[in-house]
């Protein structure tokens, strides 16, 4: 974390800094863990996400039941409203949660005030991978994930109606494939794994065949597409 934060005193002032919020594994007080980060590394970010969904970390995930979660979001949140600087605070959710654990981040984040959820992480499901590494243990991305994610935020679209942006993550190669979460839901998008396959150009690209997609279905401006297709996921 210290090391963190003097690299991120030494940023571009030109670059945007989001920095993803977690704890350690053999925490006592993880929430205690995700403040200290926020507030060491606060001054220098230009949002901070809540990390509850990854399943690479022992227990992270059991955050996102509703009384954790809501007890760390106020810690969370305390510790940006004691910066110097008003930092937008996004949560993190993992893909494979029930319809009732949804309903119950989605009334949690709201209440505590939450500037954006982002949707989602990797996986644990398998199903319908075949081949030598199917079987391996983490969290999968990419390409088998994109469905899954999707479904996901377009049901947290219909559980907070516009209350609170959320973005779109999980499997994005393509602009047709962002296109799609915008159209499903998101507000923005964030990719990863395609970057490996593709390399950087691929913001560019994406950005461009946006333009295209929206113009072709008489859309003026990207948020007029936010959620217009909703039901296709839900
Ligand atoms: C190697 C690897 C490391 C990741 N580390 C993190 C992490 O530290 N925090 C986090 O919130 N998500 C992490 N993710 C999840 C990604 O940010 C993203 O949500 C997920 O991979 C789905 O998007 P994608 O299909 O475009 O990769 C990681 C993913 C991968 C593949």
Redesign the pocket.
């Known amino acids: 974390m210290d090391v963190i934060a003097a690299r991120l005193a030494r940023r571009p002032k030109d670059a945007v800094i989001g920095l ?1 919020l977690g704890a350690n594994k053999d925490s006592d007080d993880r929430p205690g863990d995700f403040a200290r980060v926020l507030t060491a590394c606060g001054a220098h970010l230009d949002f901070a ?1 809540v ?1 509850v ?2 399943p690479n970390t022992e227990k992270l995930r059991d955050l996102q039941g509703k009384a954790a979660l809501g007890a760390l979001l106020g810690r969370v949140l305390e510790a940006r409203d004691a910066l110097e600087r008003r930092v937008p605070v996004f949560l ?1 959710i993992a893909p494979d949660l029930t319809d009732a654990e949804l309903a119950d981040i989605a009334e949690v984040a709201l209440a505590a005030g939450i500037d954006a959820i982002i949707a ?3 996986t644990l499901d398998r199903a319908g991978l075949h081949g030598a590494h199917a079987a391996e243990t983490g ?1 999968l ?2 390409a088998p ?1 994109f469905e899954k994610s999707t479904r996901v935020l377009a049901r947290l679209g219909a559980l907070t109606e516009g209350r609170v942006p959320l973005i779109g ?4 190669g393509s602009a047709a494939q962002a296109y799609a979460k915008i159209c499903a839901g998101a507000s923005a998008v964030q ?4 970057l490996i396959y593709d390399g950087l150009s691929l913001a560019g690209e994406i950005a461009g065949g946006l333009d295209r997609l929206l113009a072709r279905d008489g859309f003026a401006t990207l948020a007029e597409a936010v959620g217009s297709k909703r039901e296709d996921w839900t």
């Open positions: 993803n996400t990390n969904s990854s993190k989602t992480n990797t969290g991305s990419g994930l993550v999980g499997g994005i990719l990863y794994t395609a």
